[in-house]
C-alpha cells in the first residue's frame, strides 16, 4: 500500500481553520489567501495577539487560528 495525499497540501494548511507557519510566511500573504485581501491581516493577528509580538516577526511551527470572518 502507499499513501497518497488528497488535494493541495499548500490549501490544507489553511483549511482548519488554523495556519501553520512556515518559512517565508508572512500576515499579509496568509491574508490574501484565506481571505482575499491581505488588508484584512489584522483578523489574523488580533485572534492571535498573545503570539505575535510584532507583526512583522512571526516564526516557523507557530499556528494561527484564523477566524471564520474578517469583517
Known amino acids: 500500500m502507499v499513501a497518497t495525499a488528497v488535494g493541495d497540501p499548500e490549501a ?3 483549511a482548519s481553520g488554523k495556519a501553520i507557519i512556515r518559512r517565508g510566511d508572512n500576515l499579509w500573504t496568509i491574508a490574501r489567501r ?7 491581516y489584522t483578523a489574523i493577528y488580533d485572534a492571535n495577539e498573545d503570539q505575535i509580538r ?13 477566524p471564520a470572518s474578517a469583517d
Not at 484565506?34 to 484584512?40: C, F, P, T
Not at 510584532?54 to 484564523?66: C, E, M, S, T
Open 12 to 14: 490544507q494548511r489553511f
Open 34 to 40: 484565506v481571505y482575499g485581501a491581505g488588508i484584512k
Open 54 to 66: 510584532d507583526p512583522d516577526k512571526i516564526y516557523p511551527g507557530q499556528v494561527f487560528a484564523l
